[in-house]
Structures are given as structure tokens and as C-alpha cells.
């Protein structure tokens, strides 16, 4: 595919280029073709639900249901909308819904302006329910949410041993002590050796990829991301703890089923989770999503006694960032609904809206004093804004230099640099490092070949970890922006491509 085609947009969630990653492994059951001419009885979760989530939800969800039919509940569904039920026990030949299905009377469903008609195969799953007697399958409440029985039937698949193409680096987070370097790949984390460039650890997710990685306090590994469209989570794991299985000097954790290595979920939504951040003081952990919502728990006693404090929903669309002051009393967040917000956790209140980007906004920050905000986005400008005072939400300036869309912007906290640090990552292909004081270009990290869209910096801020579309992962010393290490960060493709510093 060429690279021409691809944009930031089709990076994140909701991508149809995601769906290229199913060329990796088998297509798990529930997205795959459609079932078969049914033999034995039809279920209605397993065989009915899938098809109506996918052809009619979209204009049948809880929200504005068109015609008034809610189809995410088998009562509502059973109920009917505007018209009577659309489905008569043992009787196909009396439902509405076959009508719809098959456009009897010219008016079809999907609607013929909006989609194909289905398939006849799945029409006939749904005319043989019926004519089965339209049963819930048992111990399936008829007021459950359907979206969530169907995830809940989901079972995610195991990463190939040898991946068959490079995937896309979607996050990074290095381990506590900086020596490796934990990244997102297909249904699974792998650990790196910054140094050596080697694969050391997999473990498996049940999400399709990690958007946001955060290590926590006591050593645990929050991680937010989902299935596009499908489902979205955060999750701890400890990828120390488990029963390994090591394969060819490559430990391999089940972070899927092993309570072990996924010690707590801590989300569980309808999209995936964009971003994570923690606080500066350790003791609280905010994320942001696709629902448009940022959650905010009190961690201070342990992830596995997490307690949510807070959903804040004050974002028109998706959350892409979010940030904590250095006092942990605000958040910063970006968002596709084009605005950096700020957030007063005490007073649960919106203090500034920033609106200068006009476009999508993928990163967030905010000086250590708490005056200064920072945000960078989809018009490839960082802009720095005033986050207190009278002028609260004016911007202060714009740096610009990246050719393309700023996909993540990250703040080197620690290790003293002079002066204080943003890094960001751009679909230009190029990390860029800013001085935060006056927004003047310090370096440009040149060498990846796709779009960058993965960022880490090491807690000594004396390292930066790029990972890009096409699998690179580069790690770069701050202070020259000499490469340490550079390798595919897919398994079995993983080619070290520069030789470890003397
Ligand atoms: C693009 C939006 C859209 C999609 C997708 C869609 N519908 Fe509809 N549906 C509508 C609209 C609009 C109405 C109400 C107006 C009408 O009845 O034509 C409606 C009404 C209906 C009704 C009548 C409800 C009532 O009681 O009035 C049924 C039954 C129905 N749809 C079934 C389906 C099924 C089954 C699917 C999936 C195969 C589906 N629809 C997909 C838009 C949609």
C-alpha cells in the first residue's frame, strides 16, 4: 500500500487500514464470514446477534433509534419500535423483519441509500431463528445489554510465533529502570532490550493493539487500548509475575487469561481507550477514549485496589491526551473535537478551552509551574498557551516545522535538562525535540521511513523511543540525537539495524 495513502486519521481508531492486521492470524469467530447455511438450531447470541450488530445497530443503538427500535437489548428488540414486534415466534412468513430484509415492499433495511442488502445466507440465519420459536438463548437476561454479551463471547486470538509483516508501533513505555522497552504489536506487548535491540518477553492482550502504556508505581503496567469499533479497556499487568513459558530464550506470559499477569481491569467500554496518564505524585491514573470520556482513579493504594474518582465528560469527540499538572490538581486533554481543554480535579469544573489548532488534537502538556499549557495536533504546529491568569486560553506562541500532522507531544520530565523538554513524534517521519521556554526547534531526529506515531521518553530523560507505521522502533539519546538502537519491533522480523553504542 503505498505510503501517499495513508493519514494520521486512519491510524487511530476506527480505521478501515486496521482491518489489513487480519492478515496476520485467523479472523476470530465473531467477525467472520457468515455463518454458514445453519444446520442445527440458530442461537440467537451467537448467530443472530452478530449479524444484526453489524448490518443494523449502527442506526438501532440505545442512542436516536431510528423508527424507535432499540435492537442492543433482546426485549427492545422483541418489543418493537415504532410499528408492532418485527418478529412473530414460528412464523417468518408474518415478520416484519423479513420484509425489511428482503425489501418485499420496497422498503428495505439496511435502507438502499445506505448499505447492501444482506447476504441471503444471513437472511436465512435470521429466518430460521424465527421459525425455531425467536428464542433468547439461556442465561442471557432480555434487558442485557447485547454488545456487551457478544464481547463477552469474544475470545481473542494468539499472535503468530513469526509475524507474516511488519505491524504498526502504536505505544511505548519503558521499563522503570530504562533497560528495555515495552511496545504495542498485534494482540500482544513485547519487551525489547533497549541496548541489544532484542526480543526478551511477549505477552499476550486481549486488546488487538495498546494505544497508551504507563508503568505505575509499584513496578504494574497500565495499559489502555481495545479492538477498533469493537471494545476498548485498560488493564494492569505485571509482566513479571505468571507462569512463563520460554520459547527459544523468548519468555511468553498469558496476560489474556493468567490473573497472575492481568492483575485488574480497570475499563471496560464500547471503543478503544486513547490515552493514560499518571499522576506526577503516583497516586492517580487518568485515561481518555473514543466514548469521549476521561475516567480518573485514586491509585494511591494499589492498582488492584483502584477507586474510580471521577468521569469527565467535556469533550465533543474522541479524547487522544490527556496530562496531569505537576501538583496532580488539573488535567490537560486533547481532543479530536479540535479544543486542548483543561480540567479542575478538585473543583470537577472546566477551566480553559484552547481552540487555536482548528484541527485534531494528539498531544498535551503542561509546564511544571502549572502557567503554561501545550498541545500539537493535525495542523502539524505546536502551540504553547496560557493555562492561568486573565489570559487563561490565549496562546502564547506556535512552533512550527513538522510537514505533517504532530502525533503525540511528550514532556521530558526529569533529569534536569536544561532547559526543560518536548518531544514530539510526527507523520513526517521525523521526531522533533522543542525548547519548552521559548518553543524554538532544538533538533529533529531524522531516520524512520513511515510515519512515527509510537513516543516514550525514559524516566532520566536521557532517552527517547520512536515507534513508527512500519515497525521501526529507534532509540535516541536526547542530549545528541545519536541512534542507540534501532530495530522491527515485529517478532521473527526484528532485524537490529544499528550496532549498540561503545
Ligand atoms: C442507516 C440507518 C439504518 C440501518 C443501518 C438500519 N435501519 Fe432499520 N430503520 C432505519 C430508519 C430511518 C427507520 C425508521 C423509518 C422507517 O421505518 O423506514 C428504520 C426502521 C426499521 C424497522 C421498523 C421499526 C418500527 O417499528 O418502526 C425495522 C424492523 C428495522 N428498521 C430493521 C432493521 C434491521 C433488521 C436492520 C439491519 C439489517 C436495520 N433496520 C438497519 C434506519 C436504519
Request: charged share 25%; glycine share 8%.
Amino acid at each position: 500500500m503505498p505510503r501517499s495513502r495513508f493519514c494520521v486519521l486512519c491510524v487511530v481508531p476506527g480505521s478501515a487500514l486496521a482491518l489489513s492486521l487480519f492478515l496476520l492470524t485467523p479472523r476470530p469467530a465473531a467477525a467472520a464470514e457468515p455463518p454458514a447455511p445453519p444446520k442445527g438450531p440458530v442461537s440467537f447470541i451467537n448467530d443472530v446477534a452478530p449479524i444484526l450488530k453489524e448490518n443494523c445497530y449502527g442506526c438501532h443503538g440505545v442512542k436516536n433509534p431510528k423508527g424507535k427500535l432499540d435492537m442492543t437489548k433482546f426485549a427492545s428488540f422483541q418489543k418493537g419500535g415504532t410499528k408492532d414486534s418485527p418478529f412473530v415466534a414460528g412464523k417468518p412468513d408474518d415478520s416484519y423483519i423479513l420484509d425489511v430484509l428482503t425489501a418485499k415492499n420496497n422498503r428495505r433495511m439496511p435502507p438502499k441509500d445506505t448499505g447492501d442488502a444482506l447476504p441471503p445466507t444471513k437472511i436465512a440465519v435470521i429466518s430460521q431463528w424465527i421459525q425455531e420459536g425467536a428464542k433468547l438463548d439461556a442465561g442471557i437476561d432480555d434487558k442485557a445489554d447485547l454488545i456487551h454479551e457478544l464481547r463477552l463471547r469474544w475470545i481473542p486470538p494468539v499472535a503468530p510465533i513469526v509475524y507474516t509483516r511488519p505491524v504498526e508501533i502504536t505505544a511505548l513505555a519503558f521499563t522503570p529502570d530504562n533497560k528495555k522497552l515495552v511496545a504495542s504489536d498485534h494482540h500482544e506487548l513485547t519487551v525489547w532490550d533497549v541496548t541489544a535491540g532484542k526480543l526478551e518477553k511477549r505477552i499476550r492482550t486481549r486488546a488487538r493493539r495498546a494505544l497508551a502504556m504507563v508503568f505505575l508505581p509499584d513496578g504494574k503496567l497500565a495499559v489502555a487500548g481495545g479492538r477498533p469499533g469493537e471494545e476498548g479497556d485498560v488493564r494492569v499487568y505485571d509482566i513479571n509475575a505468571g507462569t512463563p513459558k520460554v520459547v527459544d530464550g523468548v519468555t511468553y506470559l498469558d496476560g489474556v487469561d493468567d490473573k497472575a499477569v492481568m492483575v485488574k481491569q480497570l475499563l471496560d467500554s464500547d471503543d478503544e481507550v486513547l490515552c493514560l496518564a499518571l499522576s506526577p505524585d503516583g497516586k492517580k491514573l487518568a485515561s481518555g477514549g473514543c466514548d469521549r470520556i476521561v475516567n480518573v482513579w485514586d491509585i494511591s493504594g494499589g492498582a488492584a485496589n483502584a477507586q474510580l474518582e471521577q468521569s469527565i465528560e467535556n469533550h465533543a469527540d474522541w479524547v487522544f491526551a490527556v496530562a496531569f499538572s505537576a501538583d496532580g490538581k488539573h488535567l490537560v486533554t486533547g481532543s479530536r473535537d479540535k479544543t486542548a481543554k483543561v480540567w479542575d480535579l478538585t473543583t470537577k469544573e472546566s477551566v480553559l478551552t484552547f481552540p487555536d489548532h482548528q484541527a485534531p488534537v494528539y498531544g498535551v502538556a503542561i509546564k511544571a509551574d502549572g502557567k503554561t499549557g501545550f498541545s500539537a495536533g493535525d495542523d502539524n504546529q505546536v502551540r504553547a498557551w496560557n493555562a492561568t491568569g486573565d489570559q487563561a486560553g490565549k496562546q502564547v506562541r506556535a512552533s512550527g516545522g513538522h510537514g505533517k500532522t504532530i502525533t503525540k507531544l511528550v514532556e521530558v520530565a526529569k533529569g534536569g535538562t536544561t532547559p526543560p523538554l518536548l518531544v514530539t513524534a510526527s507523520a513526517d517521519d521525523t521526531v522533533r525535540v522543542w525548547n519548552e521556554d521559548n518553543g524554538a526547534a532544538v533538533r529533529t531526529l531524522a531516520g524512520h521511513t513511515d510515519y512515527v506515531y509510537a513516543l516514550a521518553v525514559s524516566s532520566d530523560g536521557a532517552l527517547i523511543a520512536s515507534g513508527s507505521f512500519n515497525s521501526e522502533i529507534k532509540v535516541w539519546k536526547t542530549a545528541d540525537g545519536t541512534v542507540v538502537r534501532a530495530f522491527l519491533g515485529s517478532p521473527g522480523l526484528a532485524v537490529p539495524t544499528a550496532a549498540a553504542p561503545k
